[in-house]
């Protein structure tokens, strides 16, 4: 099984596609649908999950990605991700803050945030 997303319970989207994920990830897309900022939590890059979430959910290498961060950063444009150190660090941090979107290798229906599909 892949990498599932999940959200703070505020997030109203219950699907996500890949394409929208992408624009997420390389901070193109900021905002939610109800204009509520998007923040963004990630595990840090030499974490495996990390590496999973990037190569088989976003098709994209891991330092492709943080060269896209560090780009948005360093132009004053975005603000990179926040690094968390474990999975259940990611599950805390993404169900106490609102917009908050993350992703675990696995997780059971939740109370404390919202599981998101990932469409094509």
Not at 102 to 114: A, D, F, H, L
């Amino acid at each position: 099984m892949g990498s599932q997303l999940i959200a703070h319970k505020e997030v109203a989207e219950q699907e996500l596609t890949v394409a929208q994920l992408k624009r997420i990830y390389s901070m193109r897309q900021t905002r939610w649908g109800d204009n509520t900022p998007i923040v963004l939590f990630v595990l840090p890059s030499q974490h495996q999950d990390h590496k999973t979430f990037a190569h088989q959910t976003l098709k994209i290498l891991p330092y492709k990605l943080e060269r896209i961060w560090n780009k948005s950063t360093f132009s004053g444009l975005g603000v990179a991700p926040i690094v968390v150190n474990s999975p259940e660090e990611m599950l805390k941090a993404v169900a106490k803050t609102p917009g908050a979107l993350g992703y675990m290798q696995e997780i059971s229906r939740n109370e404390q945030v919202n599981v998101i599909k990932i469409t094509k």
